[in-house]
Nanobody, 129 residues
Framework: QVQLVESGGGLVQAGDSLRLSCAAS????????MAWFRQTSGREREFVAT????????DYAESVKGRFTISRDNAKDTVYLEMNTLKPEDTAVYYC??????????????????????WGQGTQVTVSA
């Protein structure tokens, strides 16, 4: 049974930093890409960042590029999202997601939420002005 458990959200001020964690179980973590998405009330889930299996190549939404860093520790089956210089518009529920394909090679599809078949429960990040 696959489980993704996020942690690390909270209430911070603009300009502060947070680190989110997502612990995975139930699959061979190192052979799957992982991603972070976020969602605010009334809006569709939005891609934030992704990291491939293997070399751990990364990709980011333009809105977070240069401020957020995704990383993974395959020994701990955990993916992280380091968020710096947070802005009020970063306020959302953040979800980690597990790729539906093992050892994927078509990386260009990783920004599509339909490419992920397991999701965490979400962790709230609130950034005050």
């Amino acid at each position: 049974q696959v489980q993704l458990v996020e942690s690390g959200g909270g209430l911070v001020q603009a300009g502060d930093s947070l680190r989110l964690s997502c612990a995975a179980s139930g699959r061979t973590f190192s052979t799957y890409a992982m991603a972070w998405f976020r969602q605010t009330s009334g809006r569709e889930r939005e891609f934030v960042a992704t990291i491939t299996w293997g070399a751990g190549d990364t990709d980011y939404a333009e809105s977070v590029k240069g401020r957020f860093t995704i990383s993974r520790d395959n020994a701990k089956d955990t993916v992280y999202l380091e968020m710096n210089t947070l802005k009020p518009e970063d306020t959302a529920v953040y979800y980690c997601a597990l790729d539906r394909l093992k050892i994927r090679t078509n990386w260009f599809r990783l920004k599509d939420s339909n490419e992920y078949d397991f999701w965490g429960q979400g962790t709230q990040v609130t950034v005050s002005a």
